[in-house]
């Protein structure tokens, strides 16, 4: 039998939500592994890393399939071309849930150094991100993929105030340097991981509209 | 006169070796704001970053041209795809120049914490992997590319290096902790642009080898 486009593009984009499901998983997961101190989780979510990857690479072998036998055109085209970024940006936000379980073992072996309040916050909103920007473009919504984009400063300046804090903590008492360091880290791989939501969300937009607003947003 | 898929092909490699270029000369330009203590430099290379999102965009509406037009079958379509995804990693090279540039601008108000001296030996290797993985890219020449794979490991091991060092300073000297840990930021900048090679590299080796070996080669 035949198949058609329109059935390929179907699993095209449900491939694409399990892979998105699957990275927002790993991101929350990763954050428990940190909240909860328990290494078990930590280690299952680098273990599940190698599920995104080969769902990555699917994805790009299913656009590269789509593109040589259907040669869409126009709208059509510029989604498949879309899905295969996507996929790659996921692929990295799982490689950074990744970082965050390592940055969380560690940690794991000194006392905890503060209770953590704004770090599961961040994780809550990045997470949030993905899994809009992912049904943004599975949607077609750019008016969802617009809410992603302006979402991004909060978590921006979520960072910024937990690396003031953790600086104050390190200049009043060294010994707990390295352990603010590593929470330093995890808030930043938690701000890179909205800033991959941002681009899904950018490329959205030019998917939709047609127009290219990544580089034109101030940072 | 109608114009020739491979007279366009010939046009895109000229196009991503300029935005190579481009790329590491921002990146050299970045550090030379640090070690020279110049702002002005540090202003012009974020300044220039525009010029790289224009490529950006021009590399990406090339592709899709190219895309719709002929419609590339086999080794030609990997090419185009391959072409948009590095296009994307150059991009994010040159905001990493731009995030450099900003530490810079902030280190220049204080006196320098110590000479540098790896975190120079870091970026020479890291735009070195940068234009390797580009010419790789032009030339087809997987062996190039993997040899760029190789030396990620040397500046990831210059990385750890950097960030003990710097991490012995701030338990000593409290009063070096928010400049160590800019210089610490610059490190891991560098180590993220040597990232974006690799991930350039592993582009290459799939598109001339067919393998996939990213997520194959351990981390």
């Known amino acids: 039998?035949?198949?058609?486009?329109?059935?390929e593009l179907r699993e095209l984009k449900q491939k694409l939500l399990r892979m998105g499901a699957l990275v927002e998983n790993q991101v929350r997961q990763a954050l428990m592994s940190l909240i909860e101190r328990d290494e078990t989780v930590a280690q299952e979510v680098i273990a599940n890393d190698r599920q995104v990857n080969t769902l990555?690479?699917?994805?790009?072998e299913t656009c590269l399939e789509l593109l040589a036998l259907f040669q869409p055109a126009a709208r059509?085209?510029?989604?498949?071309?879309?899905?295969?970024?996507?996929?790659t940006e996921l692929e990295r936000i799982s490689d950074l849930a990744e970082n965050i379980c390592e940055?969380?073992?560690?940690l794991n072996q000194e006392p905890q150094l503060k209770p953590y309040i704004?770090?599961?916050?961040?994780?809550?909103h990045a997470t949030k991100m993905v899994g809009e920007a992912i049904d943004a473009f599975v949607r077609g919504d750019s008016m969802l993929a617009r809410r992603v984009l302006k979402d991004d400063d909060h978590v921006d300046a979520l960072n910024e105030q937990i690396f003031r804090e953790l600086l104050s903590f390190m200049i009043e008492n060294p010994q707990t340097i390295s352990r603010a360091i590593r929470l330093s880290f995890i808030s930043?791989?938690?701000?890179r991981i909205a800033d991959h939501a941002t681009n899904i969300a950018?490329?959205?937009?030019y998917m939709v509209e047609g127009k290219i607003i990544r580089h034109t947003i101030p940072a």
Chains 1, 2 share one sequence.
């Open 56 to 60: 990555d690479v699917e994805v790009d």
């Open 1 to 7: 039998m035949q198949r058609h486009f329109d059935d």
């Open 118 to 124: 704004d770090i599961p916050l961040m994780a809550e």
């Open 202 to 205: 950018e490329l959205v937009v």
């Open 103 to 106: 940055r969380a073992i560690e």
């Open 188 to 191: 930043k791989y938690l701000e």
């Open 76 to 87: 059509d085209l510029r989604f498949v071309t879309t899905a295969m970024k996507i996929s």
